[in-house]
């Protein structure tokens, strides 16, 4: 259809020419005409040369004035100046490009990299590029989205430098709305379990409280004291809780640090919150050892003592449930129970809780977390019935369990008393003679 169209523009053209025909002297008059014409362009061949940047040399600036004014409408150089401005701390990111004409006093022209439409996202690549007529070379230069200013027109005398707008802060946003928005991308394409993970760390950085911060040194540290005693291989020997087999005080034999971790005890607030607030606790929500014991806490003055025993009393409680969870005959009584999110995962990971019943080794090792925190509630001096009803075994077994712990079971008026001498003394493992 082209080639169609072109031989009938050919013959419409021949045929409106034949009966005009102009004379030579009209020809040769039109073509100097033509090559007299200013206005008509001309083919340039020139080579074309791509600067690269370089991070020493600042990249052109490029300014435009969307009000209409022409720098270069007035020959003299003079008649305009034009100041580049840094910020003092972020110099590198915040420039201010002022032009001032002479001819108008009273407006200068500002143009900056951080408001405006400086703030919108860098979706194309930009250059400047200078035809050099002498030498027949194109040179281009890069230049970034955020060096090209518009040029505002601002009355002198009004102090607005200093001021930025409210929509500025786009890239310089404050620590929080940083960690939100991390969080909602980590939401979206994060991994499951790196998701979980996320979740418990909110848990522990709630926005009213202000000790949040505190919080994560905290599981800093908490991380740093699980790795201590990961790395101390005694405890896992005898499978025991960590130990400190040179201690001189009670207290130092066990740390209870290494028990419960510092991050552990903003979760372990609900017989605190029942006891301070009146509400009775029954063995059919708790055990038997913190039922009698509970008392204790309202003849305590001292308020970080009574919270502490407190914590102590309720993770005694989650450590008897949780055995009971995994057990045949326990596990009606804990079906009900609401575990902390963090206590949950330590357990399931410490005792390795992948079937519904727990290993013979795991099983003493979490009766013996038990046993340390109740020397720790009765302050080293206690006695077995309760904590026997509860683990559901005998005295005869439990003092066994005692005893490899390195207390010592003594019997007064029918009633057993452990106590815990220091330094520690474990029993020697007896072995059996082979017959010959």
């Given at each position: 259809m082209d080639s169609d169209t072109e031989e009938t523009r050919s013959q419409m053209t021949a045929t409106k020419s034949e009966p005009l025909t102009p004379s030579k002297k009209h020809k040769k008059r039109k073509r100097v005409a033509a090559e007299a014409d200013?206005?008509?362009?001309?083919?340039?061949?020139?080579?074309?040369?791509?600067?690269?940047?370089?991070?020493?040399?600042?990249?052109?600036?490029?300014?435009?004035?969307?009000?209409?004014?022409?720098?270069?409408?007035?020959?003299?150089?003079?008649?305009?100046?034009?100041?580049?401005?840094?910020h003092k701390e972020r110099g590198g990111t915040r420039l201010q490009v002022v032009v001032t004409p002479n001819k108008e006093p009273k407006v200068d022209f500002v143009g900056t990299t951080y408001a405006g439409e400086a703030q919108a996202g860098e979706l194309c690549s930009y250059g400047l590029g200078i035809l050099d007529k002498a030498t027949q070379t194109l040179k281009i230069v890069p230049i970034a989205s955020n060096k090209i200013f518009r040029m505002?027109?601002?009355?002198?005398g009004l102090d607005s430098a200093g001021k930025e707008?409210?929509?500025?802060?786009?890239?310089?946003?404050?620590?929080?709305?940083?960690?939100?928005?991390?969080?909602e991308l980590h939401n979206l394409y994060g991994t499951k379990k790196s998701i979980r993970q996320n979740k418990k760390m909110q848990t522990l950085k709630q926005e009213d409280d202000p000790d949040s911060q505190n919080d994560l040194d905290a599981i800093k540290q908490g991380m740093i004291d699980r790795e201590d005693t990961e790395a101390s291989e005694g405890h896992k020997d005898r499978n025991t809780p960590p130990f400190n087999a040179s201690a001189t005080t009670p207290h130092e034999a066990y740390p209870l640090d290494k028990i419960i971790t510092t991050e552990e005890w903003k979760f372990l607030q609900d017989i605190y919150k029942l006891s301070e607030g009146g509400a009775e606790i029954s063995q059919d929500s708790f055990p038997a050892f913190v039922c009698n014991r509970v008392h204790k806490l309202q003849l305590?003055?001292?308020?970080?003592?009574?919270?502490?025993?407190?914590?102590i009393f309720s993770y005694i409680t989650h450590l008897l449930k949780f055995k009971d969870l995994h057990s045949m005959d326990g596990f009606s009584s804990a079906k009900g129970h609401r575990f902390p999110s963090m206590i949950k995962d330590k357990f399931s990971t410490m005792f390795d809780a992948v079937s519904k019943r727990l290993s013979t080794e795991k099983n003493n090792l979490l009766?013996?977390?038990?046993?340390?925190?109740?020397?720790?509630?009765?302050?080293?001096?206690?006695?077995?019935?309760?904590?026997?009803?509860?683990?559901?075994?005998?005295?005869?077994?439990?003092?066994?369990?005692?005893?490899?712990?390195?207390?010592?079971?003594?019997?007064?008026?029918?009633?057993?008393?452990?106590?815990?001498?220091?330094?520690?003394q474990f029993p020697s493992v007896r072995r059996k003679r082979r017959n010959r």
């Open positions: 200013p206005e008509k362009p001309q083919q340039v061949q020139a080579t074309i040369r791509v600067i690269p940047g370089n991070p020493e040399r600042i990249p052109p600036l490029v300014g435009y004035f969307p009000s209409g004014f022409d720098p270069t409408l007035y020959p003299d150089p003079d008649s305009t100046k034009v100041g580049v401005f840094r505002e027109a601002k009355i002198q707008p409210a929509g500025s802060g786009i890239g310089e946003l404050s620590t929080q709305e940083k960690a939100k928005r991390r969080n305590i003055e001292d308020e970080d003592k009574r919270n502490k025993l407190s914590c009766i013996s977390y038990v046993l340390v925190l109740t020397l720790f509630a009765d302050e080293f001096q206690t006695s077995m019935t309760d904590i026997a009803k509860d683990l559901r075994m005998s005295n005869a077994t439990l003092r066994t369990h005692y005893e490899t712990l390195g207390c010592k079971v003594s019997k007064k008026n029918d009633v057993s008393t452990v106590t815990l001498p220091v330094p520690l």
